[in-house]
């Protein structure tokens, strides 16, 4: 799979309360696939305790 550095626009991410960028479903849809890494706003359904994506 050829993956693409999607640089992030407004609307793409926010700044939580201890300073991490989280990234918004938006941006995981603009980038088009799940990197399994378990993330908040996951639009692909992964369940990192199963390592599967529930659609």
């Known amino acids: 799979m050829n993956r693409i550095n999607i640089p992030p626009e407004e609307g793409d ?4 309360e ?16 799940c990197c399994k890494s378990g993330c908040k706003h996951c639009p692909y359904g992964y369940d990192k305790k199963t390592d599967t994506i529930k659609r």
Request: no cysteine.
């Open 13 to 16: 991410y926010y700044t939580n």
């Open 18 to 33: 201890m300073g991490f960028r989280v990234f918004t479903e938006q941006y995981h849809l603009k980038r088009g696939y």
